[in-house]
């Protein structure tokens, strides 16, 4: 911790609230960008001066805790956590359903027993239902299991880290008393209001897209419904074009009739004016057949006598 200590004063060591401020403003950037994110960010704080202040204030964010016991493989053994929450919300399923009426008083005291501890412990986690993108744990001294899981799982540790602690296995080191409730207590106010600032900044991008989303959804149904107007349109048209087709036909037929009617007169009057001589010819031939015929019969009598 050195790099970190200002001096030392009647064997105490003072921080230097310099670098403090920079590791803060630097740990809470962080925060922002993975609450901006939609990712969880899990406190750890154990310790008796800590419990309250960071159950308070993370409640408020709606961010995972662990302010009792740490319980051990919480992040190595996740699966097996899981259980355990899901068995609480079994317990919580039963009490609503009816199943608590067919169990004894003892058998009910059993299970009610058990669930309050169970809540105790992992009641601040039951909405975790993945590991956590980060943590920030209040005095890595003390936590030093949760920061070997961290580790080990490479997720990234956020931490107040005084002058008996080791800030290496330490990600973002905040440099700070974390004895004392009014620096945890500053500290974690700071912390919390970036994480609400990135989920504020998270709600305002869901809404401006689910805004854009609603826009070109209404720009789509009008385009859509301009494309059917004018296919109506047309259909309407080529329904309206079908309709006066037979319309236009029979004027057609009206208007030809006349012309056929002359036309048919014509050709009438042609094959009776080329039928004229013909049967002239015809009949001049006949009336000589007609007037040969008795001089070659008086002539055959002749010569019969």
Same mark, same amino acid.
């Given at each position: ?42 406190? $750890? ?92 744990? $209040? ?57 609400? &600032? ?41 329904? &309206? ?13 009206? &208007? ?28 001049? $031939? ?5 007037? &040969? ?13």
């Amino acid at each position: 911790m050195s790099p970190y200590i200002f001096m030392e004063k009647n064997g105490i060591h003072i921080i230097d609230l310099n670098k403090t401020e920079a590791k803060l403003e630097e740990a809470a950037t962080a925060m922002k960008q993975i609450a901006k994110s939609g990712r969880k960010i899990l406190f $750890v704080a154990t310790k008796k001066q800590a419990k309250d202040i960071v159950s308070e204030k993370v409640k408020e964010i709606n961010m995972p805790y662990v302010t009792e016991r740490w319980p051990g493989g919480m992040l190595t053994n996740f699966p097996t956590i899981r259980k355990a929450v899901k068995k609480m919300s079994a317990i919580d399923k039963m009490a609503t359903d009816g199943t608590f009426e067919n169990l004894s008083k003892r058998e009910r005291l059993q299970i009610a027993r058990q669930r309050a501890k169970l809540e105790k412990n992992l009641g601040s986690i039951s909405d975790l239902t993945r590991l956590p993108a980060a943590m920030f744990i $209040v005095d890595v001294h003390k936590e030093y299991i949760a920061v070997r899981e961290a580790n080990r799982l490479n997720i990234p540790v956020f931490a107040m880290v005084d002058t008996n602690s080791d800030p290496r296995p330490i990600d973002f080191p905040i440099p700070s008393n974390d004895d004392a409730s009014k620096s945890i207590s500053l500290i974690i106010d700071y912390v919390c209001d970036a994480v609400a &600032e990135g989920l504020g900044e998270r709600k305002m991008e869901k809404e401006k897209e689910d805004k854009n989303a609603k826009i070109a959804k209404e720009a789509k149904a009008a385009k859509d419904k301009d494309a059917k107007a004018a296919k109506d349109k047309d259909a309407k048209t080529k329904r &309206e074009r079908v309709k006066e087709q037979p319309k236009a036909e029979q004027v057609k037929k009206a &208007e030809a009739k006349p012309t056929e009617a002359k036309a048919e007169k014509t050709e009438k009057a042609a094959e009776v004016k080329a039928e004229k001589p013909e049967k002239a010819a015809e009949a001049k $031939v006949e009336k000589s057949e007609k007037a &040969e015929e008795p001089k070659a019969d008086a002539k055959q009598e002749k010569t019969d006598k």
